[in-house]
């Protein structure tokens, strides 16, 4: 009988917090590279390579697989190409449930490759939960880590509007909750922080913490493009960040939901807390 859950991204931000929050000996952890997730999370997890673009990985990792956490690695934006034939692998392996991460605000904004993977999702008839995530505070620690780090300063064209940041270790702990208990098939649910802050706000903080000033930069749309293409970004991740921030700069980004609270029982990890416990990142 398939009993186990696969985790998709495992060697990434939100998978390593992921199989860390399962309970010991429940999951299979999937990534391109098992390099990648015996780094983060050693030699004894049952580890497998899994990439979404190579169709003959797709059975070995869902031998046995009751239950699927969906992460869509960021490079990847053609979904009828790399994340439906996947799907539909899934589905003939007897797949029950998919706890896809997807993003908040999602609903309106059909551009995104996540709104196309919610309907693929639905398509493929396998039950589902959503999990439509705020921004998450690690992207201050691992994509804009080195500008913070090496220029003290926050490249990001937010404008002046507020973002209700995540911690992904939040995000784990709730999709941990989802995958192990009963009764939430076909649900939506909005993962955010408990506060709305804007980019001064968070250099303030992190100014605080770390001691020395950090300086919100607020560049214009075309500079950021050039800055990330520079920086080695690829074009399609580009786009979706840039996509993104633009929805932030008209303060879609803002609203908080309880939801986090409500599963946990607990408050959301603060983004004081998160600065706290990750200042070696930008030592
Ligand atoms: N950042 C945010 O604020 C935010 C907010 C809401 C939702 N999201 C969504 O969250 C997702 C990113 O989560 P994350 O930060 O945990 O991701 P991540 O840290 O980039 O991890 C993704 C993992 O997938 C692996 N991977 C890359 N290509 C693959 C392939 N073809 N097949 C299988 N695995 C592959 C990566 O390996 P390599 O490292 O070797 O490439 C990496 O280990 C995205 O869908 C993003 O849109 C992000």
């Known amino acids: 009988m398939n009993s186990r859950i696969l985790v998709t991204g495992a060697g990434g931000n939100v998978g390593r917090e992921l199989m860390r929050a399962l309970p010991p000996g429940s999951a299979r952890a999937a990534d391109i590279s098992p390099a990648t997730i015996i780094q983060a999370l050693g030699s004894d997890i049952d580890a497998v390579r899994f990439d979404f673009g190579d169709p003959t990985t797709y059975a070995p990792a869902l031998e046995n697989i009751s239950r699927l956490f969906l992460l869509r690695p960021p490079a990847i934006t053609d979904i009828p190409r ?143 493009i050039i800055h990330q293409r520079k920086a080695g970004r690829p074009w399609g991740m580009t786009m979706v960040m840039t996509m993104l921030y633009t929805i932030t700069r008209f303060g879609n980004a803002s609203s908080i939901s309880d939801d986090v609270q409500n599963l946990l029982g607990r408050p959301p990890i603060s983004f004081r807390q998160f600065v706290e416990d990750h200042q070696s990142a930008w030592a």
């Not at 922080?193 to 214009?220: C, E, F, N, R, W």
């Open 82 to 224: 790399y994340i439906t034939p996947f799907l539909q692998a899934a589905k003939r392996a007897g797949v029950q449930q998919i706890v896809f991460l997807s993003i908040q605000g999602v609903e309106n904004n059909k551009q995104v490759p996540h709104y196309k993977i919610e309907q693929a999702i639905r398509a493929a008839e396998i039950p589902y939960t959503f999990l439509r995530c705020g921004f998450f505070m690690q992207n201050l620690a691992t994509t804009h880590r080195d500008e913070i780090r090496e220029r003290h300063v926050i490249d990001v064209p937010a404008g002046k509007s507020r973002t209700s940041f995540v911690d992904v270790r939040d995000i784990a702990a709730f999709a941990s909750v989802v995958l192990t208990e009963a009764g939430h098939e076909g649900k939506v649910y909005t993962l955010t922080g408990s506060q709305a802050l804007d980019y001064y706000q968070v250099a303030d903080i992190m100014s605080d913490v770390l001691g020395h000033p950090i300086t919100y930069k607020d560049p214009s749309i075309p500079k950021f």
